[in-house]
């Protein structure tokens, strides 16, 4: 067959990938025109210029697009049967707001690719082929990760996702802003009005075994399971000047204390995560003891089972630094709202197998890939519930993402889009 020597091009891919960057700003940290990371916030200014750039550079291709009622942008390009559903690859445009260029977008890219590679040869597959840009995957501006696929997999509430606000106390909520870029779409967000054959997606690995071990391709067979918190504690305001230490009801106290003690509790659980990212002080003023304070809690864990066991001692845990935060003084309290719940996946064996003999076809040797699971949440997670998917992990420098620094070679690049267009073509090929 033909289509198993198909090839992308390597020097396209990578311009592709730095011309998108032009949408956005990125946080320079070398000499170079490209080293800077990217920051491009789901549904900005320059999150609408990198999807019109989608949109108009995939219809060119010959491709429909369809965008639904979360702005998640589907590119489908025809094949010889009619009304099947496309075997997509997806990623997504949107960043964090410190972030890298090739988390995310690199998927997308080498989606766009394929569809240009498959033009350029006349090949006709079977069924049509689905490049997606899911929106808001990172959930750093809009605080739900993956929140537009899981709409679309009908695990999330549209009404919730939609109402969402941004992080920081912005007034923006996401179909605000959805409206206000022009990609509030029409079409149901849901598995049902957009269905998918299959979901393919390449990401950088953005840990360090890859690397580590000189091997080009991870075979993703799955995704660890996470769950988003915010915890917030509430004390007493009062003056810093006055207050004698055992008199205060001091929040963050309580709070650094627990993340401490999230940290150490994490530990103790095969392969458990405990993470703090954003912590807010109320009132904010240096000659005030705070009477709230708010963490974001990030819990992580190889299996669903061990996330459970894991989430109750830290309640236990921070029930017991509140008691005796306490003891003799005013009242304190905590209370968790859970934000995201990301269960652990098994990607699809058919999927997992095509990547596999794809890994082999393009590197010549299957030493060079290795089967992995994903420490972080990718929008195949949601793909996965409603059709079979895997993801191709490529490898990451110094193993370090969601940081302007992330990078990954041209040539690792290059070949996890070859793997990427195989596992498609291998999929239409069933
Ligand atoms: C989401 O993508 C995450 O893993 O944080
Ligand atoms: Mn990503
Ligand atoms: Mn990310
Ligand atoms: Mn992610």
């Known amino acids: 067959d033909l289509t198993s020597k198909l090839r992308i091009n390597p020097s396209r891919l990578i311009t592709t990938l730095h011309d998108t960057c032009q949408w956005g700003t990125g946080h320079r940290y070398g000499a170079h025109a490209t080293e800077t990371g990217m920051s491009r916030l789901s549904l900005s200014d320059a999150d609408k210029q990198a999807r019109d750039w989608f949109v108009e550079t995939t219809k060119a291709l010959g491709c429909k697009v369809t965008v639904d009622?979360?702005?998640?942008?589907?590119?489908?390009?025809?094949?010889r049967v009619q009304d099947k559903p496309p075997t997509c690859v997806g990623s997504h445009l949107d960043t964090q707001p410190r972030g890298g260029r090739y988390d995310g977008i690199l998927g997308v890219v080498a989606g766009v690719e394929m569809l240009r590679v498959l033009e350029e040869g006349g090949v006709e597959t079977g069924f049509p082929v689905g490049v997606v840009n899911w929106t808001n995957e990172e959930g750093a501006r809009f605080p739900v990760s993956m929140v537009s696929s899981g709409v679309w997999a009908g695990e999330i509430a549209l009404e919730r996702a939609h109402s969402l606000r941004e992080v920081g106390g912005g007034s923006a909520t996401m179909r605000g802003e959805l409206e206000r870029i022009g990609y509030l779409g029409e079409v149901e967000a849901s598995h049902q009005a957009m269905p998918m054959a299959a979901h393919f997606e390449l990401?950088?690995?953005q840990g360090p075994i890859l690397e580590r071990e000189e091997r080009k391709i991870g075979i993703v067979e799955?995704?660890?399971?996470?769950?988003?918190f915010t915890v917030e504690v509430v004390g007493r305001e009062a003056h810093t000047g006055t207050t004698p230490i055992d008199a205060r009801a001091d929040p963050l106290l309580a709070a650094s204390w627990m993340i401490c003690l999230s940290r150490r509790a994490a530990a103790e659980f095969d392969g458990g995560l405990a993470s703090t990212g954003i912590l807010t002080l109320e009132p904010g003023s240096v000659n005030t003891i705070p009477g709230k304070v708010k963490f974001s809690l990030d819990v992580r864990a190889p299996t669903d089972e061990i996330l459970d066991m894991l989430e109750q001692r830290l309640r236990s845990d921070f029930d017991n630094v509140i008691a005796e935060a306490t003891r003799g003084g005013e009242g304190m309290s905590v209370s968790w709202q859970t934000d995201s719940v990301s269960p652990a996946v098994h990607f699809h064996e058919?999927?997992?197998?095509?990547?596999?003999?794809?890994?082999?076809?393009v590197l010549g040797d299957e030493n060079l890939a290795r089967n992995m699971t994903s420490g972080a949440g990718h929008d195949s997670v949601y793909a996965s519930r409603r059709c079979p998917t895997s993801m191709?992990?490529?490898?990451?420098?110094d193993g370090i993402s969601h940081n302007p620094?992330?990078?990954?070679?041209?040539?690792?690049?290059?070949?996890g889009a070859d793997v990427l267009m195989q596992s498609v073509l291998r999929y239409d090929r069933h």
């Open 203 to 205: 990401h950088i690995e």
């Open 222 to 228: 799955g995704v660890q399971a996470y769950r988003w």
């Open 392 to 397: 191709i992990f490529v490898p990451s420098r």
């Open 69 to 79: 009622k979360m702005g998640n942008i589907f590119a489908v390009r025809p094949g």
């Open 405 to 415: 620094k992330e990078w990954t070679s041209p040539e690792d690049c290059a070949i």
């Open 350 to 361: 058919q999927c997992i197998e095509a990547v596999r003999e794809s890994a082999t076809a």
